[in-house]
């Protein structure tokens, strides 16, 4: 049987390069997409040389050409971190919209699996608690995080289509919050923010009272389920993340005590629509993909932290 072929749009970025690593460790080719605006070349430098591996710089919201065979697509392309997709408004609308349309029709095209990265941000600042896929959201589409929340929706509601009208063989994954190592040093997100100015000795900043809550999922886990919803034949979203819930001022004290760092937690402002909880209800995950988070927080804190002491010399 011919070796199977994947491209993953957005692979040079911190979960398509994890994604790269383990569909390498599965047997596929893999082809990484990326136009390299949040995405970084070191995180898969070292699978450059690795036999089947192969980058292309290419801006998925442009015509995508592939003259050989494709067996999976997976759609990871998009500025994540609300301080990219703040700064970055309309590409991040473009690559959830025309991007998920071009690699879509890839799939057709090929007859391939289609898989999208979709996001817990579907779920807006939620009313429910935890968010199940059947929970529809509570999203402000005209708000600063709306060209994140509503682009992930559309591309959602387009994979269905696909699926519906074209018989593509579609999944989508909703992913939670997830850290781990390749996270830019200035992504903005809650983990890297904590870390890097721990390590640094500088103030951490903490939004709002850090009463609001997040439930972290470390990458492994992350891909562990990423890539059994790709073996799966489902086509409903399904929820992926860690459901061991915590304060976002227990997590900064948290990495504070882990880095051995004299940091001062200090408060500003909650951005606009920021979420006051989430928290995912993985009952289909565990049904469906028997799939459960593994890796403990402290656990994966400490590898994290280590990549980013590396990382700050």
């Given amino acids: 049987m011919a070796q199977l072929h994947a491209i993953v749009t957005g692979g040079a970025g911190f979960l398509g390069s994890h994604l790269c690593e383990r569909l390498l460790r599965e047997g596929y080719r893999v082809t990484a997409m990326d136009n390299l605006i949040t995405g970084d070349l070191r995180n898969i430098a070292h699978l450059v040389d690795r036999p089947g591996f192969r980058f292309v710089k290419h801006d998925v919201t442009d015509y995508i050409i592939a003259v050989e065979d494709v067996h999976a697509v997976l759609h990871f392309a998009s500025p994540a971190s609300p301080i990219d997709y703040l700064k970055l408004p309309i590409q991040t609308l473009k690559v959830g919209s025309l991007g998920t349309h071009k690699a879509l029709g890839l799939a057709k095209a090929k007859g391939a699996r289609f898989l999208l990265a979709s996001t817990s941000e579907v779920y807006g600042d939620p009313l429910v608690h ?73 103030d951490v900043t903490v939004f709002g009272d850090g009463s609001q809550t997040r439930s972290v999922c470390y990458v492994d886990d992350l891909i562990e389920g990423i890539y059994r919803l790709l073996q799966s034949d489902e086509h409903e979203p399904v929820n992926i993340g860690n459901q061991d819930e915590l304060t976002m001022l227990g997590l900064a004290q948290e990495i504070i005590a882990l880095c051995g760092s004299a940091s001062k937690i200090v408060f500003r402002d909650l951005p606009e629509d920021d979420p006051k909880i989430r928290q995912p209800d993985t009952t289909r995950a565990r049904t469906i993909l028997k799939w459960e988070a593994r890796v403990k927080r402290p656990e994966g804190l400490k590898k994290t932290i280590a990549y980013f002491r590396e990382r700050l010399g």
């Fill in 130 to 202: 935890p968010q199940p896929e059947s929970y529809w959201g509570n999203v402000n589409p005209v708000g600063l995080r709306g060209v994140y929340d509503e682009a992930k929706r559309f591309a959602e509601a387009m994979t269905m289509a696909y699926w519906r009208y074209h018989g593509v063989d579609t999944r989508i994954v909703r992913i939670f919050n997830t850290y781990g190592p390749r996270m830019r040093v200035d992504d903005g997100r809650a983990i890297p923010a904590f870390i890097s100015q721990a390590l640094r000795g500088e």
